[in-house]
């Protein structure tokens, strides 16, 4: 058993690296675990160009190097490991690492994130970075007067399509089903927007192209007699299929909504257990944005160094 720790912070994305620089300047001590991907999902995008105080852009490894890197000036302890158990039943906290190391703590700030859900393509892999994205709001800026296609008929499928309807040329939606799911809203607003075309009934089940995407096969109405291949010409293609929190290990202990995020006592980042708070996109259903999850790893820091005021810890 190693030293007790006074602020765990779990996950190295924007949330947690924000999280550990106010920990650290104020002398919390935190040691932060960076989780599967060191730098999280802005480690798969290729520019930011959203993120203020970068007025010329940076890529997301660059940008996640920079917060590691403040984090670790003002003392910050960053290790590889990522949390696959808790027990938030006993103080002090407890949280254990790769399956072997159990870490005491005072406070845990869960940054865990989520993970954009793709169809399981090999293609996907293949032009990861090169014309495919699960984030419009990164991407869409590359795709000025092209086309593009949204794959999902969700509210975030919806959104994404009329984001980036105000960008590219021609936006397709591919829908699997004959109708959407969205709320009645943002059906209308699909519908109605001239640049995008519903392809309702239709599956993706390939991409091609010599330099990055070029365009995407299709199957309209899949194994029913009729079926049909389809293919259609786009240089960009944005899963919107939703996201899944990275939550399952907190479930026993933490409240979540009915899709996993991490339900938070609003305004602060307090969890519905006393010393954890959450922050970043596994308590965000609503924003998933770089500079949102920063803003809320300074909050939970805040709030884990109130605590522990409070609490003579
Ligand atoms: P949803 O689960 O609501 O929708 C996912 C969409 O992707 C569905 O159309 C689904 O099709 C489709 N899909 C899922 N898997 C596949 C697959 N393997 N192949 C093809 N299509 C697939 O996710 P969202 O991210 O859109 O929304 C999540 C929640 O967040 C919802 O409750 C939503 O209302 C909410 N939200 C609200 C917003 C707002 O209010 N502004 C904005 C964004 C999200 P099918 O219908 O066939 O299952």
């Known amino acids: 058993m190693s030293k007790k720790v006074r602020c765990l912070i779990l996950g190295s994305g924007p949330a947690g690296?924000?999280?550990?620089?106010?920990?650290?300047?104020a002398n919390l001590e935190p040691v932060l675990y960076e989780g599967l991907q060191p730098g999280g999902q802005l480690t798969t995008t290729t520019d930011v160009e959203n993120f203020?105080?970068?007025?010329?852009?940076?890529?997301?490894?660059?940008m996640m190097i920079d917060f590691k890197k403040q984090a670790e000036r003002?003392?910050?302890t960053i290790l590889p490991g990522r949390a696959t158990a808790v027990d938030f039943s006993t103080r002090p906290l407890k949280v254990t690492i790769d399956n072997e190391k159990v870490i005491e703590a005072d406070t845990v700030i869960i940054s865990t994130g989520a993970t954009a859900k793709y169809l399981g393509l090999p293609d996907e892999t293949k032009y990861m970075g090169q014309g495919v994205s699960a984030c419009a709001t990164c991407d869409g800026f590359f795709y000025r007067r092209k086309k593009v296609a949204v794959v999902g008929g969700g509210d975030t499928a919806c959104e994404e399509a009329t984001y980036l309807s105000g960008l590219a040329d021609k936006v397709y939606m591919i829908v699997r089903k004959p109708y959407l799911r969205a709320s009645q809203i943002m059906q209308e607003r699909v519908m109605k927007n001239p640049k995008i075309e519903i392809l309702f009934e239709h599956n993706a089940v390939g991409l091609f192209g010599e330099n990055g995407v070029e365009g995407a096969h299709l199957i309209k109405r899949m194994g029913e007699p009729d079926e049909e291949k389809v293919d259609i010409a786009i240089d960009g293609f944005f899963l919107a299929i939703g996201h899944t929190p990275n939550s399952n290990i907190f479930k026993e202990y933490i409240e979540l909504d009915e899709v996993g995020f991490i339900k938070t006592a609003y305004p602060s980042t307090k969890t519905?257990?006393?010393?954890?708070?959450?922050?970043?996109?596994?308590?965000?259903?609503?924003?998933?944005?770089?500079?949102?999850?920063?803003?809320?790893?300074?909050?939970?820091?805040?709030?884990?160094d109130r605590y522990l005021l409070e609490k003579g810890l």
């Open 17 to 25: 690296y924000t999280a550990a620089i106010y920990a650290a300047r």
């Open 52 to 62: 203020p105080g970068y007025p010329d852009g940076v890529t997301g490894p660059e």
């Open 272 to 304: 519905n257990v006393e010393g954890v708070f959450a922050c970043g996109d596994v308590a965000d259903p609503l924003y998933k944005q770089a500079v949102t999850a920063a803003g809320t790893g300074c909050r939970a820091a805040i709030d884990a």
């Open 74 to 76: 003002f003392g910050a």
